[in-house]
């Protein structure tokens, strides 16, 4: 604590992004980045973008990106906002739709709704921007039950599908929820960053509500670059939703930094958008490798929570997450441990390459085998010897 800060810093608790290592090299399985790399498009538009031009500003509204995003989607380019990654875009959201505590019509009902267990940026950002926010505890099943939302409130975030347990939200459950908010003039911020990777088990589940943004002029989506188009380390991020919406994000963009893209980021970024062959393909890899390891952690005894995103949140038998994590950790392989009420036996483990992921399958064998045979001798008969193939 400095005496230099002023009150409204010293009280805020930042958020703390998942490890990014430099001490030694790790089976990077913590922060949800895309296994495999850019499309060549993308890397190709960045070279010819990195020339001479770097002198000039970039464009302050990205009118490239906008234009290809609204074809992409098929909405207009003045329905879609660039920023410097999704994670700025939702500060905005915060800033922009969101009532302040201090603000002068701020009532008792304006406090914001989200998941008891969500993204742990969402309280931060309640937090920078003073707005009052109550949690809505997930189901029993960790699901997320919108008629527990249709309540007054200030308006309503989350993730769909919601992280860090990656399960999605029926569409038809967010547009009743929308045209409720919608009758008390509030916003639903529908965070779509894992949204591309919605397929379980051939089945489209957790689909984008971005059809739905020229009938509900409330719901604004965010999405991001860095899970779906394999670019965390460009920056990127964009929202599609009603003009009145957008604008509101300009009003704080341009009170805050007017050029958040630059110029690399842009060309990148209009050429991921637009290379939907490359990234269906790799982004459905994901997908065939999420299933494969699911099942595989299951029949090791696993509880693995259903998941539509690039990413598993699961429970090994009888280990507490902590341990896990750090045995994991010992093995060279990084995931993330939230240690936090009904999740603190969980971990979050990033969908990797198929040769990554079965050295992570190899070590939850061998933790699971060393803690079951701590409690049970191996045997030819006993069941954790089936599981783990143990023959004597
Ligand atoms: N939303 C959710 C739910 C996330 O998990 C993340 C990644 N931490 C983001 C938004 C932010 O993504 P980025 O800022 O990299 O675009």
Redesign the pocket.
């Known amino acids: 604590m400095s005496k230099y800060w002023n009150n409204r810093i010293k009280n805020l608790s930042p958020y703390i992004p998942g490890e990014q290592p430099k001490d030694r090299k790790f089976v990077k399985l913590n922060t ?1 980045e895309n296994p495999y790399p850019p499309s060549p498009k993308v890397i190709e538009a960045i070279k010819k973008a990195a020339n001479g031009d770097l002198r000039l500003y970039p464009d302050p509204t990205s009118t490239m990106f906008r234009e290809a995003a609204a074809v992409r989607y098929g909405v207009k380019p003045d329905q879609v906002f660039a920023g410097n ?3 700025e875009i ?1 500060a905005f959201a915060f800033g922009a739709f969101f009532e302040n505590a201090n603000g002068a019509a701020s009532s008792g009902t304006d406090a914001i709704l989200f998941p008891d267990i969500t ?1 742990s940026f969402y309280p931060v950002y309640a937090g920078l921007w003073d707005i009052q926010y109550r949690t809505i505890p997930l189901c029993d099943d960790f699901s997320i039950n919108c008629d527990d939302y249709k309540i007054p409130c200030g308006g309503i975030i989350f ?1 769909n599908p919601n ?1 860090p347990t990656g399960i999605p939200i029926p569409l038809g459950d967010i547009i009743s929820l929308a045209e409720h908010l919608e009758g008390q003039g509030r916003v639903l911020v529908v ?1 779509e ?1 894992y949204c591309a990777f919605g397929e379980s088990n051939g089945k489209a589940v957790g689909n984008s509500v971005v059809p739905y943004i020229g009938k509900h002029k409330n719901i604004l989506t965010v999405h ?3 899970k779906q188009m394999s670019l ?1 380390g460009l920056r990127f ?1 964009f929202a599609i939703g009603s003009e009145e919406l957008i604008e509101g994000l300009y009003r704080i963009k341009d009170s805050f930094n007017s050029y958040p893209v630059d110029r690399l980021a842009l060309a990148g970024a209009a050429a991921a958008i637009t290379d939907t062959a490359y990234y269906d393909d790799i982004n459905g890899k994901v997908m065939v490798t999420r299933e494969r390891v699911a099942g595989e952690l299951r029949a090791l005894g696993c509880n693995v929570l259903p998941s539509a995103a690039n990413f598993i949140f699961v429970q090994a038998p009888g280990i507490s997450g902590a341990d896990f994590f750090s045995a994991l950790r010992e093995r060279g392989i990084l995931v993330r441990h939230f240690n936090k009420e009904r999740i603190a036996d969980f971990l979050r483990v990033t969908i990797g390459t198929d040769e990554e992921m079965d050295v992570f399958l190899d070590a939850c064998r061998d933790i699971i085998r060393i803690f079951l045979f701590s409690l049970y001798p191996p045997c030819p008969l006993c069941p954790p010897c089936e599981i783990l193939g143990e023959k004597k």
Request: hydrophobic share 35%; proline share 7%.
């Open positions: 949800n990654g999704s994670d939702l993204y993730p992280a965070d960053a991001t670059m860095s965390a991020g």
